[in-house]
């Protein structure tokens, strides 16, 4: 059996996340049903990463085993074609070896999340990034950043539900950008790591907005990492401004 990997964006909000679900609309769902109108019988496909409900895709990566020999960009066509009306399109698709596998074989995973910054209600953006009515201070929220990069204990932002065995992980970027708009400014966090705990950028955003807000000093988000205690995390926040941006593989199938 062939198998093929898949370069996924989806808009988030219509779905219960990535994960397929029996009673709830997913990405995973939407992508194996329309494998199932390709080569009909049960597909079960595995991504790099799963997103959860409302959270959006620029570069996630999934793999599928077909039966026959696919075109891979007639198999892109193909399935991009059931998708529709769905907000998910597969914008690159290649052949890979056998024992090629989306979540094992990646060696880091990049995420972004945006904020916007102003009063009047979003509207093209409506849904695609995390409204705030005032401006944030950059230096600040940057400086609070630079204490959670590195290998840390990172208990306090990962949510209760989380089912990774350990929670220490390796931070390797969280870099804070400003975008000067005309209707107002926006901040992009870029964040990248091997791999994530559950609900852990959404907890770093969560916090460093409070930084760049005033509410919290950048050496407050120290002391909480520290405590290695959820209730020391700060807020966290919405799913609408949070983007899967890239997976990295030590041979990336998509660059031959």
């Not at 193909?78 to 090629?100: E, R």
């Not at 880091?108 to 009063?119: D, G, M, P, V």
């Not at 539900?161 to 975008?179: F, G, W, Y």
Request: charged share 25%; proline share 6%; with cysteine.
């Amino acid at each position: 059996m062939p198998r093929y990997a898949l370069k996924v964006e989806y808009h988030g909000a219509p779905f219960a996340g990535w994960q397929r679900q029996a009673d709830q609309p997913s990405v995973q769902g939407a992508i194996e049903d329309a494998l199932a109108k390709l080569e009909p019988r049960a597909h079960t496909i595995a991504a790099a990463g799963r997103t959860d409900a409302g959270v959006h895709a620029k570069g996630q990566v999934a793999h599928c085993d077909m039966d026959k020999d696919w075109d891979p960009f007639r198999l892109s066509e193909a399935l991009n074609y059931h998708l529709k009306p769905a907000p998910i399109a597969i914008t690159n698709c290649t052949l890979v070896d056998d024992d090629w596998h989306a979540r094992f074989s990646a060696e880091e995973r990049q995420y972004l999340f945006r904020i916007l910054c102003r009063r009047a209600p979003a509207t093209h953006d409506a849904g695609l990034v995390w409204q705030v009515s005032n401006d944030l201070d950059l230096n600040a929220m940057q400086k609070a950043a630079d204490h959670l990069i590195g290998l840390h204990d990172f208990t306090t932002f990962r949510s209760t539900m989380c089912q990774a065995q350990s929670p220490v992980k390796t931070l390797d970027e969280l870099r804070v950008e400003h975008i000067e708009r005309p209707d107002g400014a926006e901040y992009h966090f870029h964040v990248r790591a091997r791999s994530f705990l559950h609900n852990q950028v959404r907890s770093f955003v969560g916090t460093l907005e409070r930084v760049g807000a005033g509410a919290w000093d950048p050496l407050r988000v120290k002391q909480a990492l520290d405590a290695a205690d959820r209730a020391a995390c700060g807020p966290v926040s919405p799913p609408q401004g949070l983007y899967l941006a890239r997976v990295g593989y030590p041979n990336d199938p998509f660059l031959r």
